[in-house]
């Protein structure tokens, strides 16, 4: 079964690097949550769920779209954030989804460059090579993880 990563990316476009990145590396499809029209999720292997974080939260959409799917369904997880902390985003997002029934097979999280306060960039130059690089190895993990039974 073929793999897929369904992003949300707004403002810095720092989602958006991370998940082009990992599928052109990866052959993993990704796609835009304003473009999914008829996609059945049911016939993929993995789903990956991309977004940054906004007040606190991925966007709307891909926790609508999370709620869609059926118990043990295998998924990962993509965050960006403009707190250079944000890690803990992941642990909570991940622990939630398991809650619902869903396997979480694994979670990346990397700094977006955001702006604070008076235009001050946070973060200026992320997501960079390495955050890149490391997307990516995390991309090939993915694929490395058994299919669903």
């Known amino acids: ?4 990563i369904i992003y949300h990316s707004n403002r810095w476009g720092n989602t958006k690097k991370i998940v ?3 599928g052109k590396t990866t052959g993993i499809e990704v796609i835009s949550d304003k473009n999914l029209n008829d996609i059945d999720l ?3 292997g993995k789903i990956g769920f991309a ?5 606190g ?7 609508n779209l999370i709620f869609s799917l059926k118990k043990k369904t295998k998924v990962f997880l993509i965050l960006t954030s403009g707190d250079p902390k944000g ?3 992941l642990d909570n997002f991940e622990e939630k989804l398991s809650s619902l029934g ?3 097979i694994g979670g990346f999280w ?3 460059v955001d702006k604070l306060f008076f235009g001050i960039p946070l973060n200026k130059g992320r997501p960079n090579e390495n955050d890149l690089s490391e997307a990516e190895a995390f991309g090939k993990m993915i694929l490395e993880e058994s299919e669903p039974e």
């Open 20 to 22: 082009d990145r990992i």
């Open 57 to 63: 939260k991925p966007s709307r959409s891909i926790i």
């Open 51 to 55: 977004s940054g974080i906004y007040m």
């Open 87 to 89: 890690k803990h985003y």
């Open 42 to 44: 049911s016939t993929y």
């Open 110 to 112: 990397c700094p977006g």
């Open 1 to 4: 079964m073929k793999d897929i």
């Open 102 to 104: 869903l396997e979480v």
